[in-house]
């Protein structure tokens, strides 16, 4: 029902930055809310940052406050995160998640391929 690409990863320095974006299709709709998640190798998947799409509320994992921002475009259906000051800790896939307005309270129903975010010390 809804389909999620992002891009804009790729191989950074310690201290650098990158911008992710995450375009949403389909029953755009339904949405929510829109987040962003990562998981490092052997790794959970962890939760970074969220935008509640209605009422326009940020959210952050402690870890990433002060250096990520999480934003959104009405208009094109996507949000994009951006990341300063990027530690070798940050390295992971990175997935873009919709949480619909069908799906249970916290839970997240649709997701992105993922796009590999690497920084090196």
């Known amino acids: 029902q809804v389909r999620l690409v992002e891009s804009g990863g790729g191989l950074v320095q310690a201290g650098g930055s990158l911008r992710l974006s995450c375009a949403a299709s389909?029953?755009?709709?339904?949405?929510?809310?829109m987040g962003w998640f990562r998981q490092a190798p052997g790794k959970e998947r962890m939760f970074v940052a969220a935008f509640n799409w209605s009422g326009g509320s940020t959210y952050y994992t402690d870890s990433v406050k002060g250096r990520f921002t999480i934003s959104r475009d009405n208009a094109k259906n996507t949000v994009y995160l951006q990341m300063n000051s990027l530690k070798p800790e940050d390295t992971a896939v990175y997935y873009c998640?919709?949480?619909?307005?069908?799906?249970?309270?916290?839970?997240?129903?649709?997701w992105g391929q993922g796009t590999q975010v690497t920084v090196s010390s």
């Open positions: 998640a919709v949480a619909s307005v069908e799906a249970d309270p916290g839970e997240y129903d649709y």
């Open positions: 389909g029953r755009t709709f339904s949405i929510n809310a």
